[in-house]
């Protein structure tokens, strides 16, 4: 049976308009790739993978984009944040992958970024990868390190922009693994469209989501979790983590990114997670509306910038919440049943179930 996304059931969540394909990828130039490893050997149970998310068609190290990130709660592994932050750009794909192939995955991204650009490392500069995660031991031999740096190279690789179709889902990349309130999460994605001076922009959202207790999950305001929790799968560590990337063809500058990236965190608290103790919950936002060159020819570089009137950037603010709440529930729907290691093995959404809670509470 071919797994739905949330909308095909005829639910909507929010107000705004999805892109053509509800999916980052709306986005022009964004592109995704996924490189999934699924294999049972004598030794080990692998359930894993790692996703890349290209932020334009060109040369992020020589055209680089506008960004930020938000932490809403720091237990997490990522590396680059703390020069996105300083100088407000990002200069690589964006990579996830499990807690403990972050090493290897920033260095295939690395790798295959100097392979494109003799000058990285030698006489143009260091080049920031920047790497999220999230932990999928309880499906996955993690302490195995199964990913190595030819898997982000091949990630990189597969990125692929809108055509007929959104972004693959589910258990598929770095969401191979993953739980995501009891029942088998992974990667989901969603879109909207705002509308400034008769020019249709986009903002889209990725999550890799590993996150929340059954007992806790939310659709649409229905306590759906509670009434299906005998049929989660609760892990040994239940505090689990998300990361959320945000993409906008908008012209908008580093601080109004920053403010975009705090509001993922709406669309997050919608779905029922309270960021427990132990979770890394962290957006990543940026913008392929200003390209920032690497050696710009003048000390002074002009470039655009909406103007942040109130009603304009709270559609924005709007248009983030609702694109992360719905692609949460991608992650759920299209993810399928997985057996992981020892045994475990970690149910996908029961959907028929959860319809029928809706429907009788409605």
């Not at 960004?67 to 100088?87: D, M, P």
């Not at 993690?142 to 179709?165: F, N, W, Y």
């Not at 103790?277 to 470039?303: K, M, Q, R």
Request: glycine share 12%; hydrophobic share 40%; proline share 4%.
């Amino acid at each position: 049976m071919s797994k739905k996304r949330f909308r095909e059931y005829g639910f909507t969540v929010g107000q705004l308009p999805t892109g053509k394909h509800n999916s980052i990828t709306d986005v022009p130039g964004v592109a995704v790739g996924h490189v999934t490893l699924n294999a049972n050997r004598p030794d080990a149970c692998i359930r894993t993978g790692v996703t890349a998310i290209l932020p334009h068609q060109g040369n992020p190290f020589r055209e680089k984009v506008v960004a930020a990130s938000h932490v809403i709660n720091g237990f997490g592994k990522t590396t680059g944040l703390v020069q996105v932050n300083e100088l407000g750009i990002i200069e690589s794909p964006i990579m996830l992958t499990n807690t403990f192939s972050v090493p290897a995955v920033t260095e295939g991204a690395l790798q295959y970024m100097m392979t494109q650009d003799e000058g990285i490392g030698d006489r143009d500069g260091s080049l920031n990868v920047v790497t999220g995660e999230c932990n999928d031991k309880f499906l996955n031999d993690m302490r195995g390190l199964h990913v190595r740096p030819e898997h982000a190279v091949e990630a990189i690789k597969q990125a692929r922009t809108s055509t007929d179709r959104p972004a693959m889902e589910g258990a598929v990349g770095a969401g191979t693994g993953m739980v995501c309130f009891g029942y088998k999460g992974g990667i989901g994605t969603s879109s909207r469209q705002v509308t400034v001076e008769g020019i249709a922009y986009h903002i889209g959202v990725l999550v890799l989501t590993n996150f929340g207790l059954g007992k806790d999950l939310t659709i649409l305001g229905h306590p759906v979790g509670a009434c299906l929790q005998a049929k989660s799968q609760e892990r040994g560590n239940n505090d689990g983590s998300i990361m959320i990337v945000v993409g906008t063809d908008l012209p908008m500058d580093a601080r109004q990114l920053k403010r975009i990236a705090k509001r993922a965190g709406f669309g997050l608290a919608r779905t029922g997670s309270i960021a427990h103790h132990g979770s890394g919950d962290i957006v990543i936002a940026f913008s392929n509306g200003n390209l920032i060159p690497h050696t710009p020819e003048t000390g002074f570089l002009a470039w655009r910038c909406i103007r942040e009137d109130g009603p304009l950037i709270s559609e924005c603010f709007r248009a983030v919440a609702e694109a992360t709440e719905e692609a949460i529930y991608n992650s759920l729907f299209m993810a399928e049943i997985t057996e992981g290691r020892d045994g475990r093995v970690v149910n996908a959404l029961p959907v028929n179930e959860m319809l029928s809670v809706i429907r009788a509470r409605r």
